[in-house]
């Protein structure tokens, strides 16, 4: 008798280790069990759950009960109840709170699953990525046609393109001559100033960052049109290599600009942005070739320095920071 006693304690013990182990501080209903706290078991229905924590809500809320000892002790059951109800409540975090007690050695992947769930946010990434790339594509699109609106506004006050597209507007019939009409079909200010806009839009080439936008610039057709743009690039390269690094082929005009802006350092729209004469220039000094643009760039340097030496508020700076700068030490005399 007295063997069996001892064995049935052993059991009873090893139940216990067992249940325990089954539970982890911090996740879930701690080191309690879920089931147990809303008096239920793990074959419960959705339904039978939300009845026993109606039930136990009211049994268990800290106003049904006046003294401090009693509200506090109600008040701490009232949160695991409430705490276990959100946990059972939802289908997948009760799935995951399931499989923690039928595979209790699993310590990291349980952490893993519990704080994923509350930690990612609850609308969809997708709705969000989706979202987000088409407000920064409205405003990309927006603050290009602003730039090209710019552009138009300042060239029209530009005495040298006013007068070109007042010429110009003349010629087309869109605008009489003071001198020979006579006042006779005289054109408003404000018409003068959309026509002058509208010939400035027709015949100028805005290149650069203040060209004119286009819908394929912005963000969601550059993602759409990523594979080709992808290909192309690999077909450009690949062509490149072996036109330029095999067979040793001579630079065309197009790809002789294109080494010129590389060694440049400048984007596509800052380069395009620059007069046709200075490009020429780089043509003629034969730039694409590492050692004449090293040259040519040692030039440009000290040219800067001299117009820079040469610069009266330069001078001005520079004996201010000799009187006032930094590297001035006095002492206070007060």
């Known amino acids: 008798m007295l063997g069996s006693s001892v064995v049935l304690v052993l059991l009873s013990l090893i139940f216990t280790v067992t249940s325990q182990a089954q539970l982890l501080e911090g996740i879930y209903c701690g080191k309690e069990n879920c089931y147990d706290v809303l008096e239920v078991t793990r074959e419960a229905t959705k339904s039978e759950i939300g009845k026993n924590y109606r039930k136990l809500a009211r049994q268990y809320h800290p106003d049904l009960h006046r003294t401090p000892e009693a509200k506090e002790i109600a008040e701490e059951q009232f949160k695991k109840i409430a705490n276990a109800y959100e946990i059972l409540k939802d289908e997948e975090s009760r799935t995951d709170y399931d499989y923690m007690l039928d595979n209790p050695d699993e310590y990291y992947a349980h952490y893993y699953r519990y704080y994923r769930r509350r930690v990612a946010p609850k609308v969809d990434v997708r709705i969000v990525l989706i979202v987000t790339i088409s407000i920064i594509s409205a405003v990309q699109y927006y603050s290009g046609w602003q730039r090209y609106d710019s552009a138009i506004k300042y060239f029209a006050t530009v005495p040298k393109y006013r007068n070109r597209a007042l010429d110009i507007a003349k010629q087309d019939g869109l605008l009489s001559d003071n001198k020979k009409s006579k006042g006779k ?20 080439d805005i290149k650069g960052a203040y060209a004119k936008p286009s819908i394929t610039d912005i963000l969601w057709i550059q993602l759409v049109i990523s594979p080709y743009t992808l290909v192309k690039y690999v077909y450009w390269y690949l062509s490149w290599f072996w036109r330029h690094t095999v067979l040793m082929q001579q630079y065309n005009e197009e790809e002789k600009l294109y080494v010129i802006r590389k060694w440049l350092k400048m984007g596509q729209h800052q380069f395009d942005s620059q007069e046709d004469e200075k490009k020429q220039e780089y043509l003629d000094r034969e730039l694409w070739i590492r050692e004449n643009f090293d040259e040519w760039f040692k030039e440009e340097e000290e040219n800067a320095k001299k117009q820079l030496a040469e610069s009266n508020k330069y001078k001005q700076y520079r004996r201010y920071m000799k009187n006032h700068g930094v590297g001035r030490m006095t002492f206070d005399d007060s």
């Open 185 to 204: 079909n005289k054109v408003s200010k404000e018409e003068t100033e959309c026509i002058i806009r509208k010939v400035i839009e027709d015949k100028m």
